[in-house]
């Protein structure tokens, strides 16, 4: 039988993981990013970590969420806040002055996820980029005034 175990490479799941295989089954063992094989010892036919699932990644939004500028995966313009709301780098700088207008943190630079299988499903065409367009304006005057204060302050103490 095979049985798929979220965070089976914890040490709950690390026990029960080790149960089952003991018992003859074939485990299927979700990792954390952070221990993808941890704790795991045996016949485990397959060890899915964070990267190769379909959760905990970033959408790569397909525009600016201010101008609408298409940032395609492989954009150096693209910039997300912690949130990964998303504009482009001429915006986040003339505009917004690294304010995130939703939450008031500072943007880095968007990671490119590669087109190369590098390493199973993790790549851009198994885990392709959002085509959901998240066009919000914003009130250059409104946000100027949001950010006079925040601004003044590195994204590390807002
Ligand atoms: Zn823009
Ligand atoms: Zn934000």
């Given at each position: 039988?095979?049985i ?5 490479t ?5 026990i029960?993981s080790r149960t089952l295989?003991?018992?003859g089954?074939d485990v299927?063992?979700l ?8 704790a ?8 899915v970590?964070?990267?190769?699932r379909?959760?905990n990644m970033l959408e ?6 201010n101008?609408?500028?298409?940032l395609p995966?492989?954009?150096t313009?693209?910039r997300i ?8 780098a ?8 690294n ?6 943190g500072?943007?880095?630079?968007r990671p490119?996820?590669?087109?190369t ?9 198994k885990r ?12 250059a005057?409104?946000?100027a005034?949001f950010a ?6 590195p994204?590390?103490?807002?």
């Amino acid at each position: 039988m095979k049985i798929v175990i979220p965070g089976g490479t914890g040490q709950v799941g690390g026990i029960l993981s080790r149960t089952l295989i003991a018992r003859g089954h074939d485990v299927v063992v979700l990792g954390s990013r952070h221990h993808p094989t941890k704790a795991v010892t045996g016949t485990v036919s397959e060890v899915v970590t964070a990267h190769q699932r379909n959760d905990n990644m970033l959408e790569l939004r397909p525009t600016c969420e201010n101008c609408n500028k298409p940032l395609p995966p492989d954009s150096t313009e693209a910039r997300i806040c912690s949130f990964e709301c998303t504009f482009c780098a001429s915006c986040v700088d003339d505009v917004l002055t690294n304010v995130c207008p939703n939450c008031g943190g500072g943007f880095c630079p968007r990671p490119i996820r590669p087109t190369t299988a590098w390493n199973g499903a993790a790549h851009l065409g198994k885990r392709p980029a959002s085509t959901q367009i998240t066009h919000r304006p914003v009130n250059a005057a409104a946000h100027a005034l949001f950010a006079a204060s925040i601004r003044q302050l590195p994204p590390e103490q807002r």
